[in-house]
């Protein structure tokens, strides 16, 4: 059940991605500042782990539910960017150590552009 609730949520996170990679590469190509990402990808985010609880414990919506295997540890994704956050604000992370982490991460992302059939 774990595993089925993972792949709801990596996909939910997956329909998303887009707008999450757009504000990634905003962040690193310095289109916008790490205020600006932070509150930007917090405001994206939360509101799609809400969506992610809410439809797990939906049992119509799992009895319909179609798993997309390229969305496969997407929403793992976000929530590490997420977390790595706590870290800048307790400065064990410095926000270049941020956007370098990110460079890496964001060739990675690339492969969940997918366009939908």
Not at 21 to 40: G, H, M, N, P, V
Not at 56 to 65: G, M
């Amino acid at each position: 059940m774990k595993q089925y609730q993972a792949f709801i949520e990596d996909q939910i996170f997956w329909t998303k991605r887009l707008k999450f990679l757009a504000l990634l590469f905003d962040f690193i190509s310095a289109k916008i500042d790490y205020d600006d990402f932070e509150t930007q990808f917090s405001l994206l985010f939360n509101p799609t782990r809400k969506e992610t609880f809410t439809l797990t414990k939906d049992v119509s919506y799992i009895e319909k539910f179609q798993h997309i295997p390229e969305s496969e540890n997407f929403g793992r994704y976000m929530t590490s960017i997420y977390r790595r956050f706590e870290d800048v604000d307790g400065e064990e992370c410095t926000e270049q150590g941020l956007k370098d982490y990110l460079m890496k991460l964001f060739l990675l992302l690339q492969n969940f552009q997918i366009e939908e059939k």
